[in-house]
């Protein structure tokens, strides 16, 4: 033994845990933060913020239940540090709302029933919106490359997939 000890006093867990503070624009308001910088933005969300609709299922990046966006882009919440995301805007299913209507995405999801228990549904929609914000005619191929991160055990993803596209139809049309 090398006759060193360690000690678990909270003065030393103190120094341990780094905080940073960040402004990030959360569902479209500008939010400060003062947040642990090892901790995971789905944590932030879930714990601190109170926001639960963004769901954890594998906490290592493969199920896809944690999508939120990113400065646009879809990304798995379970793998981004809070310290990261001074300046970001995040969006998370709680925000996908067009005022009080739901966005085009959310009622075709509905309507052609692609939510079944509901746990991937708040990735599903995620994914499928970031997928329309860059692509508004996506093929079905496209479809279900874009969704192919985002797990779902019930659906079989038929109806996923003619959610989406139902949802770009509606999309092109309103513009």
Do not use: W
């Amino acid at each position: 033994m090398s006759g060193i000890q360690y000690s678990n006093t909270p003065a030393l867990q103190k120094r341990l845990i780094m905080k940073k503070k960040i402004r990030i624009t959360l569902n479209g308001k500008r939010t400060d933060l003062d947040v642990p910088t090892h901790r995971l933005l789905l944590d932030l969300l879930r714990d601190e913020i109170g926001l639960t609709g963004t769901k954890e299922g594998c906490g290592t990046g493969d199920c896809g239940a944690c999508t939120v966006l990113l400065n646009g882009k879809a990304v798995n919440s379970c793998l981004i540090f809070s310290g990261e995301l001074d300046g970001a805007d995040v969006v998370t299913i709680e925000g996908l709302k067009i005022g009080p209507e739901l966005h085009p995405v959310q009622q075709a999801f509905i309507q052609d029933g692609g939510v079944q228990c509901g746990y991937c549904t708040s990735g599903m929609l995620r994914m499928s919106k970031a997928l329309l914000d860059e692509n508004p005619d996506p093929s079905e191929e496209e479809i279900r490359f874009a969704i192919s991160g985002n797990l779902c055990r019930c659906t079989g993803y038929a109806k996923i997939v003619k959610a989406v596209q139902d949802a770009a139809a509606e999309l092109r049309a309103r513009r």
